[in-house]
């Protein structure tokens, strides 16, 4: 929005402050089920603080500038892999993939398929369309 715009804008704003609405206790009528959220917890329960993700600023910025070249040598254990035989060994597989989900675009599509194999009462059974 040009500069010229936004301070009349701005201004109009400022002049019928009054006429608009800035909280939903300002808007009468208002459903308030429309604007608040329920969610369905136990009272009992209590709330869990995950500590951020830090990552190396120095491997961060190289990231950001230049992207990440695969080392062969480096994936080599990964791409020999053989696969999993079974749940424990496929969640195993994903808590290690997990650590990397922030350089693999598209992770979550990549491993849809292994969803039916980590449902309970379900054989495990590593087909070709989950390689």
Do not use: C
């Not at 969640?91 to 990549?110: D, H, N, Q, T």
């Amino acid at each position: 929005m040009a500069s010229t715009a936004n301070a009349k804008l701005i201004t109009l704003l400022k002049q019928y402050s009054d006429i608009f609405a800035w909280t939903y206790d300002e808007m009468l009528g208002l459903d308030p089920s429309l604007v608040t959220h329920h969610l369905d917890i136990f009272s009992n329960s209590k709330p869990i603080k995950q500590h951020a993700q830090k990552y190396h600023l120095d491997l961060e910025a190289k990231i950001k500038e230049e992207g990440i070249e695969v080392d062969r040598d480096k994936i080599k254990s990964i791409m020999e892999m053989l696969p999993p035989q079974s749940q424990k060994a496929l969640k195993k597989f994903l808590g290690k993939l997990s650590y990397l989900r922030r350089f693999i675009p598209a992770l979550a599509e990549i491993t849809f398929s292994f969803g039916t194999l980590l449902k309970e009462n379900h054989k495990f059974e590593w087909l070709q369309e989950h390689q």
